[in-house]
C-alpha cells in the first residue's frame, strides 16, 4: 500500500494555502443518491439546479464514495478521517439513545480549522451519540457532545429525522421550542416560534439557522474564517417535504425531499452571493450514503421491498441502494467549488471515499497528519486543478455495508467478503440480509453493473485483494 498523504503530488505547495484561509461550507444530504442530482443523471426526474450549478462552477467527483452504505460511519470517518468499523460500532447506525461515539481525545475535522483560527458550526443531524452513557439523559445537558469535538456552535436534531426523540438541540441543551435565528420577509413562514416537533419544518429550520449562522459571523467576526458542517435530514425518511416544495420532483414525495435539499444549497449559495463570499468560499456537497429506490408503498416507517421509483434511477447505473456492499451503496455525488483556486466545469474519475475530507483540510491548512491523526485519510487537494488529476490519491479503498460485511477497491477490481449484499434485501436477486460464506469479485470498468462474479477465474487477484483489506483490518491505518 501506498501512501500519498504529502507525497509529491501533496507536497508541492502544502504551506500555500495558510495565507488564503477560506471560508469552508460542507453540505451532507442524507441519502441522496448517485443518481438523484440531474448533473450525475441526465435523465433524474428530480429538479437540482443548485447541485448543478455547483458543478458547472466545479469541480465534480465521479468514483466518490462514503465508506459506509449506511450513516453514523460515515458522519464518522467524514470527522475523523478513520473507519468507523475501528471503533465500537461494528455495524449498522447508532440509536438514538447512544453515547457519544467519537472519542474526545481524537482530531477532528472540526478541532483542526479551529486550532488554525476557524469559528466553527455544525448544524442539522448529528447521529453520533451524546453524553457519556447509555442511554442519553434529555432532561440534562448533552455532554460531551459536538461541542466537546471542535466545533463553537451547534444547532440541530439528535439522530434520523424518523428516530425518537423529537426535538430540536442547541449546543448542549435540548430545545421544546426554538425560534429561527433570522426572522425575515425571505422566511416569513418559518420565523415564528416552532412547535416541538413537525417533521415538514425541519429542513426549513435547519436552513434558516445556517443562513443566520454565516450572517451573525460576518456582523460579528469580520475577517476571521468560518467552518459550517451543514446536515441536513433530507431526502431521509419519513418522506414529508413542506408545502413549498411538493411536487417540484417528478419522483414522488422522496424526490421533493431531494429537491427539497436542493433548495437548501441555494439557500447557501445565495447567502454566500449576497455577502460577496462566493469567491474565498468553498463549497462542498456530497451524501452520507447511497438512496433507498423510491417512495414506499408501506407508509408506516419501515423499510419495504415495495417501491414506487417513478421511472427514476436513484442510484444511478450502478447496482444496489443504502444500506448494501454493491456500488449503489456508497457511491456517492462529490462536489466542490472554490472560486479562487478551482476552474470551473471540471470533472474528474479519482478515487475518493469521505474519509478523505479530515486529510484535505489538513492538507489545505499546510498541517502534517500525526500518525495517530486521521488513519484512513488521503488528501485529495492536488486534485482541484487539472494538471493533478494524474497524481493517485489512493491505490485502495475499504467499504462497508449495514450488516458489516466488508469490501476492498483497487484500481478497476472490487472484492467483496461474502455473498449477497450484506445489507437490506437485494431487490434485484432477493437476496436474503446478512453476511453469507463466500466472496465477488468484479471488474467496475468491464461491468459497472455488478454483475458477473469473476472470483472463480481470477484467483490471483482475489487473493492480493484479500490480503491488503485483512491487512487494513488488523492494522490501525490504512496509510501503511
Sequence with gaps: MTCYLFSMGCAYEETRFRSDLPNIVFIMADDMGYGDPLCYNADSRIPTPNIDRLAREGIMYTDAHAPSGVCTPTRYGVLTGRYCWRTRLKSKSLRSNDALLIDTTRSTVADLLQQNGYYTGLIGKWHLGLGSTKPTDYTKALTPGPLALGFDYFFGIPASLNMLPTCFIENEHPKAQYQIGRPDSLFREYSSTLPAWEYS???????????????????????????????????????????????????????????????????????????????KTIVVVTSDNGA????????????????????????????????????????????VRWPDKINAAQRSKQLISLTDWFATIAHILG??????????????????????????????????????????????????????????????????????????????????????????????????????????????????
Design 201 to 279: 419544518r425541519v429542513g426549513p429550520a435547519v436552513t434558516m439557522q445556517a443562513v443566520h449562522f454565516i450572517h451573525e459571523h460576518v456582523q460579528q467576526r469580520a475577517g476571521q474564517p468560518f467552518y459550517l458542517h451543514l446536515v441536513p435530514s433530507a431526502p431521509h425518511r419519513p418522506c414529508l417535504p413542506p408545502d413549498f416544495i411538493k411536487g417540484r420532483s417528478q419522483a414522488g414525495e422522496r424526490g421533493d425531499m431531494v429537491a427539497e435539499f436542493d433548495w437548501t444549497v441555494g439557500e447557501i449559495l445565495k447567502t454566500l452571493d449576497s455577502l460577496s463570499l462566493s469567491e
Design 292 to 335: 433507498i429506490p423510491g417512495d414506499q408503498i408501506s407508509r408506516d416507517g419501515n423499510l419495504s421491498s415495495n417501491w414506487n421509483m417513478y421511472g427514476h434511477a436513484s442510484c444511478g447505473p450502478w447496482r444496489g441502494y443504502k444500506t448494501h456492499i454493491y456500488e449503489g451503496g456508497h457511491r456517492v455525488p462529490l462536489i
Design 367 to 480: 498541517r502534517p497528519l500525526s500518525p495517530d491523526e486521521g488513519e484512513d485519510s488521503f488528501s485529495f487537494a492536488h486534485t482541484f486543478n487539472d494538471h493533478f488529476e494524474t497524481v493517485q490519491v489512493r491505490d485502495h479503498m475499504v467499504h462497508h455495508s449495514q450488516y458489516g460485511m466488508f469490501a476492498i477497491r483497487s484500481g478497476d477490481w472490487k472484492y467483496i467478503a461474502g455473498s449477497g449484499s450484506g445489507g437490506e434485501t437485494d431487490r434485484e436477486s432477493d437476496l436474503p440480509k446478512g453476511v453469507a460464506a463466500g466472496g465477488q469479485l468484479y471488474n467496475l470498468v468491464d461491468d459497472p453493473g455488478e454483475k458477473l462474479n469473476r472470483l472463480p477465474e481470477q484467483t490471483e487477484i482475489s487473493r492480493k485483494l484479500k490480503t491488503v483489506l485483512a491487512d487494513i483490518k488488523n492494522g490501525t491505518t490504512s496509510r501503511n
